[in-house]
Nanobody, 123 residues
């Protein structure tokens, strides 16, 4: 499966963005899908994940209550709605698929990765 993340950009603190992760080559609906981010000079950080059915989600404490992951399996797309953005949310955001469905926050368990989309939040 090939993943394409999009929707990043430059926003001010407090604003919102919605990222999309579109899949091709296979149905995204069979995969748990996660979002990760990496800021300059920092390690890749788990953001959240959504089960293949969309009924289960799991978030990092740093984004809980501000970010929401959803999916539209008919469109083969997973979304990351980011509200109340903070400067510390600035990073390249990646989506990835987890065939096992059990990797959670462990990036090593994810099988396929998109190329990333830049999110910059100014203060």
């Amino acid at each position: 499966v090939q993943l394409q993340a999009s929707g990043g950009g430059l926003v001010q603190a407090g604003e919102s963005l919605r990222l999309s992760c579109a899949a091709s080559g296979d149905s995204l609906s069979i995969y748990t899908t996660g979002w990760f981010r990496q800021a300059p000079g920092k390690e890749r950080e788990f953001v959240g994940t959504i089960g293949w059915s969309g009924r289960s989600t799991y978030y990092a404490d740093s984004v809980k209550g501000r970010f929401t992951i959803s999916r539209d399996n008919a469109k083969n797309t997973v979304y990351l709605q980011m509200n109340s953005l903070k400067p510390e949310d600035t990073a390249v955001y990646y989506c990835a698929t987890d065939l096992s469905g059990y990797s959670g926050s462990n990036s090593a368990g994810y099988d396929y990765w998109g190329q990333g989309t830049q999110v910059t939040v100014s203060s």
